[in-house]
Each structure stands twice: as C-alpha cells, then as structure tokens.
C-alpha cells in the first residue's frame, strides 16, 4: 500500500511519510535487508526536510544494521556506516 502510493504519487508531499509507514512495517515482521534499502532511500531523498524523519530514518537504519549479519568481506563497510547513521542521527536530533 505504501509502495503503492509512493510509486503512483512520486512528487507527493506525503511520500517521505508513506516510506516512513512502509519501513516500520518492514521492521514489524523484521525484513531486516528491506528496511536497511529503504532507510537509505528515505535518508537520500531531497525532499526529506523533517527532523523527526530524518531521526527516524537513522534509527530503522541503525536498528536493521544490528540485525544484519555481514559476511567476512562487508564488515568493515558495515562498521563504516553504522558510525554514519549515529553521527548523523545525533546531529539530526539536536536541530
């Protein structure tokens, strides 16, 4: 339902909020690989201009991340972007 609206309304004030809806579904029944993509895509939208969306973003990322078991050759990647999502989630909620 999300995607849906997100595919069918892409310049929709809404769509960061619908994306926020579906990634806490995801979360719900813990597809963890789908959370983290769409975690990223929300934190790369440009028109993402709330905190509390940021913040949210950053926090299903994070949380996916710890639940994401990496193999030998990513862990470092890994680790790289889990510094990232709480650096950038602290400066997201102190503004």
Same mark, same amino acid.
């Given at each position: 339902?999300? =995607?849906?609206? =997100?595919? %069918? #309304?892409?310049? =929709?004030? @809404?769509?960061?909020? +619908?994306?926020?809806?579906?990634?806490? +579904?995801?979360?719900?029944?813990? !597809? !963890?690989? +789908?959370?983290?993509?769409?975690?990223?895509?929300?934190?790369?939208?440009? &028109?993402?201009?709330?905190?509390?969306?940021?913040?949210?973003? @950053?926090? #299903?990322?994070?949380?996916?991340?710890? %639940?994401?078991?990496?193999?030998?050759?990513?862990? #470092? &990647?890994?680790?790289?972007?889990?510094? !990232? &999502?709480?650096?950038?989630?602290?400066?997201? +909620?102190? =503004?």
């Amino acid at each position: 339902m999300f =995607s849906a609206f =997100s595919n %069918h #309304y892409p310049d =929709s004030e @809404y769509r960061d909020i +619908a994306l926020l809806m579906k990634i806490s +579904a995801e979360q719900e029944v813990e !597809w !963890w690989d +789908a959370v983290a993509s769409d975690s990223r895509k929300l934190l790369r939208s440009r &028109t993402v201009d709330n905190a509390v969306l940021l913040v949210g973003g @950053y926090t #299903y990322l994070a949380d996916a991340l710890f %639940h994401i078991k990496p193999d030998d050759f990513s862990v #470092y &990647t890994k680790i790289v972007e889990v510094e !990232w &999502t709480v650096r950038c989630g602290r400066e997201a +909620a102190s =503004s």
